[in-house]
């Protein structure tokens, strides 16, 4: 009796020793790794998709701000001695810098934005590496006409035109609260009379994308793309 007991001791004992082998250290680790990667990488796709979102309020509060300006009696200052109450305030969006856009006093009120007749209120620049991936306006006939160089007709792009647009301005005038939307091609020169425009933005890891509409009647609205494709982005 006292035999068994002493071996079931030393049994024991040498079970109570034992650890984990190499080969199981080896796969915890692993899957350890796998699970914190997963959660890394849902943690940077959520943090893109958020700041992308947030990047296109941001937008359509500045043309939302825009239209209030317009809509008051707000001074422009012009210089140190002279400030106008009778300009008109606007958003420029350039596609030669998709990282920038311009909110700025129109002081000839022509919808456009000229630096050396116009006042610059604020350089607003995109943070995080979130790009201003497209730009586009649509007429009554629904033709696009886009910063891409691309054109279409019935909200598709269809062909490449030689020289796509170059700015887009979307300005307001007291005491009208519509949106006077016009686009700029060095190459074709202005258009004017749109009845949309459409920004559409991008993540900086280049996975999503988000649209902001502006309607000639003042209307601003936040969307996903409803197509993306060879072509490019159509936001409806």
């Not at 009120?109 to 730009?135: C, F, M, P, R, W």
């Amino acid at each position: 009796m006292k035999r068994t007991f002493t071996k079931l001791s030393r049994r024991l004992n040498k079970n109570s020793q034992g650890g984990f082998s190499l080969a199981e250290l080896v796969v915890v680790v692993a899957i350890f790794i796998m699970i914190t990667s997963a959660i890394l990488i849902r943690q940077n796709t959520f943090s893109s998709d958020i700041s992308l979102t947030n990047l296109a309020y941001q937008i359509g509060l500045s043309i939302r701000q825009a239209q209030v300006y317009g809509l008051s009696v707000r001074g422009t200052q012009i210089d140190s001695s002279n400030t106008s109450f009778n300009a008109a305030y606007g958003i420029n969006f350039n596609a030669a810098n998709k990282t920038t856009y311009i909110f700025y006093g129109d002081l000839d009120t022509d919808g456009l934005y000229v630096a050396e007749n116009d006042k610059a209120i604020s350089n607003n620049i995109l943070a995080k590496g979130d790009t201003i991936q497209n730009a586009c306006i649509v007429g009554s006939k629904e033709p696009l006409t886009c910063f891409t160089g691309y054109s279409g007709v019935g909200g598709n792009l269809a062909q490449q035109i030689s020289g796509g647009l170059d700015s887009i301005d979307i300005t307001f005038k007291r005491p009208n609260p519509d949106a006077i939307i016009n686009g700029t091609s060095l190459t074709n020169g202005p258009t004017s009379g749109a009845t949309r425009a459409y920004i559409s933005v991008q993540s900086a890891n280049k996975t999503k994308i988000k649209c902001i509409n502006i309607y000639a009647t003042g209307q601003i609205s936040v969307i996903d793309p409803v197509q993306t494709d060879y072509w490019g982005v159509i936001c409806q």
